[in-house]
């Protein structure tokens, strides 16, 4: 997970105290640990501290604002305080300089002289409070009874907004939902919304979803490319990076309509006390709509901006991470107004997969709606034949299924794409990303494979969709989001994968694989 960082009390005390003094002001004699005590003699393993407050410390001795009169006001002994910032400010002895030895671990942290338990406990009781209980996670299941849906919990959600929603939304279509973006408007909240239909309804927009939004307050923006995301960002960082903290996200597979809370099998997980997801996704948001062009439906909105959100107010810990399709795509500004453009080569969401797969010992379970990304395919069908006694199994949706002969024709299909394509690396990367289906081929190589079936020939207007986008790799590591397994999802879409440890979500994981289980 990744924490806040705030700087407040620093730079008041940094103000209070001037620059501090180094290792020879006084008291420094009286230092209570030794020249070369070690905090973490048998490794950091065996120390009373989390990861997340390690972390924090590297972190926060690394914030140029912090001096050794910061320290010692927050409770660290003279001579280590002066060390640790001597060591840091490098030779010239000044913060935020070329020749900054920035720390780059606790190890680091603890190798300085005069840096022992004492001074070790001291800096984590500093950093302690940026380190609270785990974010709260739950999910909710679809299909459901509307009034256990995720769509009341979102209305129930926005209706406790105070300040800001800032939402991306691939179809939205539930009257509660919009009747509660209403009363938030007429409240004073800030909406800002990047929908997908708007880019269709721009070109007659009069009785348009969009339209009807934007006559009850709510910014309607959309971008040159597919926004497949499915988040809201609740009360989140516009102005301060303090208002993560208390903000509250919503992610998953599910759109806002009927039929993704009553109909069809789907996963929204909603997420509060994580401020490294909260600042990840204002961050997505904030990239897409700073290039994102304006739905006119005869009402002017005030282009309303977001504080950035930068890396270096972001601290890693493991237990959490997501990926953004938003880094295969460059920005510019066309004659259309601002554009993304995908860049060959990059796959950054179906990489993390290969990436999961490959690390998998004992089981991986799938459930998708498609099984069309090459990168994430060949990866399953190279496991499975290293591994024949592996647990693998995928749960895919009714329109995947192939037949033999099908497969056959799309196989010539690709190898007369490839010749024609020559020596060009984009037509090549077009003949691989026009949208192969893997289910037959998986099959036949021996992976346990099934679809949810619900008529005989598929149609979306009547289908009951398996609409998952969900992957758990050993029981213990879960990844979900609105990704579809698919070359188009990658360099055409705006998508997202968050990825959960199982062993602080352990609850989250586990009701994962019973759905899996159930389906």
């Not at 990047?194 to 309804?201: C, H, K, V």
């Not at 709510?218 to 208002?243: A, L």
């Not at 949706?397 to 060009?424: N, P």
Request: charged share 20%.
């Amino acid at each position: 997970m990744k924490t806040l960082r705030t700087t407040t009390l620093v730079l008041a005390a940094t103000l209070a105290l001037g620059l501090g003094c180094l290792a020879s002001c006084e008291g420094s004699e009286g230092s209570p640990d030794g020249e070369y005590d070690e905090a973490f003699p048998t490794g950091k393993a065996d120390s009373p501290y989390s990861e997340c407050e390690l972390d924090q410390v590297v972190a926060y001795l690394n914030d140029a604002s912090v001096t050794a009169g910061t320290l010692r006001a927050g409770g660290v002994h003279s001579r280590a305080a002066g060390n640790l910032i001597a060591y840091r400010n490098g030779p010239d002895g000044a913060a935020g300089t070329s020749d900054d030895n920035l720390f780059e671990s606790i190890e680091e942290v603890d190798g300085v002289s005069w840096v022992g338990s004492t001074a070790m406990a001291q800096l984590v009781a500093i950093v302690k409070d940026l380190c609270g209980e785990a974010p709260s996670i739950s999910v909710i299941f679809s299909p459901q009874p509307y009034e256990s849906s995720h769509l009341v919990r979102v209305a129930q959600l926005i209706d406790g907004a105070e300040r800001s929603l800032d939402i991306a939304m691939y179809s939205m279509s539930d009257s509660g939902i919009l009747s509660a973006l209403e009363r938030a408007v007429g409240r004073g909240v800030s909406v800002r919304m990047i929908f997908e239909p708007a880019r269709e309804e721009q070109r007659s927009p009069a009785g348009t979803t969009s339209a009807r939004l934007e006559d009850k307050g709510v910014d309607v923006r959309y971008i040159n490319k597919i926004m497949h995301h499915k988040f809201v960002i609740v009360d989140g960082p516009r102005e301060s990076i303090d208002e993560a903290a208390g903000a509250k996200l919503v992610t998953g597979s599910g759109n806002w309509s009927n039929g993704a809370g009553t109909k069809y099998d789907e996963n929204t997980v909603f997420i509060e006390g994580s401020a490294e997801l909260i600042l990840l996704f204002q961050q997505e948001f904030n990239l897409l709509w700073e290039n994102s062009r304006e739905f006119t439906a005869g009402r002017t909105f005030e282009f309303v901006t977001s504080m950035p959100v930068t890396p270096d107010m972001i601290v890693d810990e493991p237990s959490l991470g997501v990926v953004f399709t938003s880094a295969n795509f460059s920005t510019s500004t066309t004659s259309y107004g601002p554009t993304f453009s995908s860049v060959t080569g990059r796959n950054t969401v179906s990489d993390k997969l290969v990436e999961l797969i490959d690390a998998a010992t004992q089981s991986i379970h799938i459930a998708s709606g498609h099984l069309r990304s090459r990168p994430v395919a060949e990866a399953l069908l190279t496991k499975a034949a290293a591994n024949p006694g592996m647990d693998i199994r995928i749960y895919l949706d009714g329109q995947e299924y192939i037949s033999q002969s099908y497969h056959e024709d799309q196989v010539r299909d690709l190898e007369a794409c490839i010749q024609a394509a020559g020596s060009s690396e984009s037509a090549l990367q077009d003949c691989y990303d026009n949208g192969f289906y893997f289910s037959y081929q998986a099959q036949a190589a021996g992976i346990p494979l099934r679809f949810k079936t619900y008529c005989y020939r598929w149609d979306a207007r009547y289908a009951l969709q398996m609409h998952h986008k969900t992957f758990i790799f050993d029981g213990k590591i879960l990844a979900s989001g609105s990704y579809n397994l698919s070359d188009n999802a990658e360099h055409e879409t705006m998508e997202n994968m968050v990825v959960y440890d199982g062993a602080v979500f352990p609850d989250l994981v586990a009701a994962f694989e019973q759905n899996f289980a159930a389906m």
